[in-house]
């Protein structure tokens, strides 16, 4: 999810300094892009030779960079896909990447929406105890199929486990992004959480509810579909004074 929000601003920079641009990223996201953006090199990190570029530039999260030495201000405040645009010094009006899919048919000829419900921290999860129960039935009734496209059936630590949700048709599994870009175009809309899957959507095209108080709505892509219970604790990802435990499946 990050690298779908920060390629846009990588694009940005190489049509502003009229450059040869090369970007390295997972191995499993660049044949998204390589069709869509034939004038770009994509390698993977393992790839990367420095001393073949003029420049290289490091976009992330970083953390704990109190005096900005890798970024020029904190990602928490300005959402985390404009964070590269800060790094890389252009413009940073969001944009979704282009993606190319070998295979872009309909995947069933239906209407259907597309939901996951599964993320890596508890604090990420949709918390209401029969939100996705009354989802799914109340998109059925309408006449929609449901399909669940997370990678993982059920997901979990300790005592709390989430399954897929009961109603919705199994697509999970360890499936191409391809293949989950296949799905979310044509799909009436995605339901999900702050999670990869929801920017893939975006980029995808697919209209999107994002349901997330663990982040500010200024943390995501712009989308008029938002839940965020503003009567709650909400926004403690993006709160600097609450430090980010990624090995901590129960943070805040």
């Not at 959402?79 to 282009?98: N, S």
């Not at 996705?132 to 109340?138: G, K, P, R, Y």
Request: with cysteine.
């Amino acid at each position: 999810g990050d690298v779908l929000g920060w390629f846009p601003y990588a694009v940005k920079f190489k049509e502003r300094h009229g450059c040869r641009l090369t970007c390295a990223m997972d191995a499993t996201l660049i044949p998204l892009f390589r069709g869509a953006y034939p004038d770009i090199s994509f390698v993977t990190h393992a790839e990367v030779r420095p001393e073949r570029y003029y420049a290289t530039y490091n976009v992330g999260l970083f953390f704990d960079d109190t005096d900005f030495i890798h970024q020029p201000c904190d990602f928490r405040q300005v959402g985390l896909h404009r964070t590269a645009a800060h790094i890389l010094g252009v413009d940073p009006a969001e944009i979704p990447p282009r993606i190319a899919l070998a295979d872009d048919t309909r995947p069933i000829p239906e209407p259907y929406v597309c939901v996951a419900v599964q993320s890596s921290m508890q604090s990420k999860y949709w918390n209401n105890p029969a939100g996705w129960h009354e989802v799914v039935a109340h998109l059925k009734a309408r006449g929609l199929r449901v399909i669940c496209i997370d990678q993982k059936r059920v997901h979990g630590s300790g005592l709390l486990y989430t399954h897929i949700p009961n109603g919705a048709e199994d697509e999970t599994g360890d499936r191409p992004l391809a293949e989950r870009a296949r799905w979310l175009k044509h799909a009436q809309v995605f339901v999900g959480l702050s999670s990869g899957l929801a920017w893939l959507a975006w980029s995808a095209g697919a209209p999107t509810v994002l349901i997330s108080g663990f982040t500010h709505p200024t943390n995501e892509f712009d989308t008029p579909y938002r839940v965020i219970n503003w009567h709650a604790c909400n926004s403690c990802w993006n709160d600097p004074k609450e430090r980010f435990a990624h090995t901590d499946f129960m943070w805040c």
